[in-house]
């Protein structure tokens, strides 16, 4: 059993900023990928940043020199810090990890998700 819970969402205005948090715990063998997703009511969910276990990140293009993706593999968690945040950001960030589990299985497991609300 693996369990991803994300933190840090809320309101914040128009250029500020926020940091979310994901923590990966339970039957973990390793973590390959871990990366955050958003998704507004009748879209679809799309990705935001990823970063593997080496650290080689991916930004979407509407994020590229606002947010930063990290991780700590040590503690199975993954931020994103956001910065000069828009009304168009606005949306629940959730987190997913890639997890090998004790069992030696591959699965891919998702948070719950965290409202992100940026005000004009």
């Known amino acids: 059993q693996v369990r991803v819970v994300e933190s840090g969402g809320g309101l914040v205005q128009t250029g500020g900023s926020l940091r979310l948090s994901c923590v990966a715990s339970g039957s973990i063998f390793s973590i390959n990928t871990m990366g955050w997703y958003r998704q507004a009511p009748g879209n679809q969910r799309e990705l935001v940043a990823d970063?593997?276990?080496?650290?080689?990140?991916t930004y979407a293009d509407s994020v590229k020199g606002r947010f930063t993706i990290s991780r700590d593999n040590a503690k199975n968690t993954v931020y994103l810090q956001m910065n000069s945040l828009k009304p168009e950001d606005t949306d629940v960030y959730y987190c997913?990890?890639?997890?090998?589990?004790?069992?030696?299985?591959?699965?891919?497991?998702w948070g719950q998700g965290t409202q992100v609300t940026v005000s004009s």
């Open positions: 970063i593997t276990s080496g650290g080689i990140t």
């Open positions: 997913k990890a890639g997890v090998t589990t004790i069992a030696r299985s591959r699965l891919r497991y």
